[in-house]
């Protein structure tokens, strides 16, 4: 598969990678001003990385960007609109990676799984999501 761009209009939902995509080269799949960066860096052996801090730089996003790597399993996954409708639905298996942008979704465990979820914190308890019905 490689890497699948998931959009409801102009709106992306979702970016999924698949577990076979391998880069030859550094790239950053994300555009610089989405609020989650997303992407690979390849180096040769024997290179290093210069130490270095991130500078406390203030920033501002809405909404809660999440990633999920499906470390073991089969998992669907449903992607639905703002407007809390079914867009699409995906299966994703071990390996695989989603970075869940906009809109909602939900998630079907199809075998037993781990999946490591990185999300942009602090959690703000119930007032962080929304729960509804899918039709």
Sequence with gaps: MGIEWVKDGQMVVAVIISAEYQPDKTEFITPDDYKQ???????????????HLHRPVKRSITGTPETLIIKRGKVRVKLCTEEKKLLTTRELNE??????????????????????????GPYMGEEDKTLFDLE
């Design 95 to 120: 390996g695989d990676i989603i970075l869940l942008i906009d809109g909602g979704h939900s998630f079907d465990m199809l075998e037993d799984a781990v999946i490591l979820e990185i999300k942009q």
């Design 37 to 51: 960066q997303f992407g690979f860096i390849v180096y040769e052996k024997g290179k290093t990385i210069t130490p």
